[in-house]
């Protein structure tokens, strides 16, 4: 691309994360035979063997961007950084095997403070059987800045992908939404209390689930177990990391479909209605654009319907439709709203 | 480990990155079986098939740290980030097969500027016949942070491991050494004129293989290549990141050896040589300690020898000998110094 005297400077912002990613991605092509599906999914697939392919994903967590140290136990951090990874895994229906951790320190971080990151990194490993395989280590001028890759596995016919929803399929989510952004809101209004008058105490009574969310998500390998148990392989997956609308749009752009969903269907938790209240947020806005929930979403065939509808860990949503009537939301009353994909956009945000 | 008021804070500095890295790694167990390698080597090592293995590996680039935007273009890093893995995956006699990228920028840089860096990404997988299949990106608050990881496959009989060289083993290195070293000092000379004086114009009149040396460094596919085409497996390799000393540090410590290596059969180009004297620094040091070289540091039994002797891509600089003779050096004129790993070291240099 030529950039003319005519043409403004282009600033990032403009295109958001997801944007950027297809802009500069675009022009590559792929050449190797094993890679069966690049860019675009919630991990790369590979042919590992005949049977089996490898799932490879990445994420970058950076502070001050995606963490906040005030708030953060370094510990929770480790622990964290490699959940949004296995989701990742999961979301393509695979077993998580290893990851690579690579972060850059300034010198402001003790060697106890990184044995902190790592204690957590190390439980998480422990925890989800995956091995600590590599990684590099580097100074930083400011800041923590955490690079987690893992790797996992799959049977080639079991890959779940984003892209096969069908017209009918049953929307499902699993957990509920909306209580790691609620969560969030706590910690960052308590920071506020806390600089503006560092003698007080944090309010964080009877908040404990929320600030877990938040702190400590879980990556739900036993929804994947749960599927494999019920013998339903879902048409589509994608773990929500950016909040359930950004979730259902990749999801319908990349099966060229649109979906229907119900307010009074989603699912939220009790306590984080009442925060969200409390917060003057609507629980619906939090449910759909809070981002961080890691729970996964997925549609099944509705024939499936019947060995999965008494399952207290998942909850149907909505359904699919054709790509023509569009992203809808169904709210308590009735009226129908397109749904926006706010999302987090890091970027953006900046 | 606990902390007591008896014990001052520990400095990252003082572990120094190897270090750090072994004593933050040290109580991670493995538990997959397809896991042959973890971390210690160029790459790990992951069972993929009955034959093959997958080799997994990744880099951290940092603006400040390891790269400095102001003589730095933005294309040679993209195309530089993606050497360094592929540097990796050929020490271990693998085949690269696809990468990762993830970036964080901050907002001073433009569309444009991302798409340059890009660019040299996509040279880098088009030459090398690798895959972009995915990563991550963000907004960072200052600098450019480069996360990339690369995978590849050998066959699991093929791999070569740092922990394989035998007593009276020989020892090869591929190109010649010190040269990125001398081009970064050239490099850095003429920021410091410039930033003296904006109107100066840069001296770089007949340093082409110097500046491109340490600007676009080429992973040594083509040596991997002569190996196969000579059908000699090395018994130990390793690339030259991080200096010469330092790697034959590994290699050594990994294989539980010593080694002998002359100073005059290193292999110094003479532009190398003349600059380095013109900076007053001993074209030797350059070689041993320079790093970023990405030349390939390999062992071979002495049975291969008559294969490989008048291949002038490659130069025997000494051998293996046992441990408890320790790492030496002879001199040009007969001295034996013992071989300091000072290398590169990130922590240390900040």
New interface residues.
Partial sequence: ?S?TEDQP???????G?FG??D???R??????H??L???GDD??V?T???E?V?L?????L?E???FDLMYVPLRHLGYKAVMVNLSDIYAMNGTP??I?V????S?R????A??EL?AGI?LA??RY???????????????L?L?V?A?G?ALKEEVVYRHGAQENDLIFVSGDLGSAYVGLLLLEREKKVFEANPDMQPDFENVDYLLERQLKPEARRDIIELLKELNITPTSMIDISDGLASELHHICKQSNKGCTIYEDKLPIDPLTFEHAVAFSIDPTTAAMNGGEDYELLFTISQKDYDKIKERLEVTPIGHITDAASGLQLISKKGVVYPIQAQGWN??K??
Avoid: P, W
């Fill in positions: 691309m950039k400077r282009k600033e990032l912002q403009e295109l994360e950027l990613i802009h500069l991605t022009n590559f092509k792929t050449v190797q094993s890679t599906k690049g860019v991990a790369a590979i590992a063997s005949e089996e490898l490879l994903t990445t994420d970058l950076i001050g961007i995606h095997r290893q690579t690579s972060i850059a320190i010198n971080f003790s060697l106890e990184v044995e790592y190390r490993c422990s059987g995956v091995d600590l395989v590599g990684g590099d280590t580097s100074s930083s001028h400011a800041g800045y690079s890759t790797t596995t890091h970027l945000n900046n």
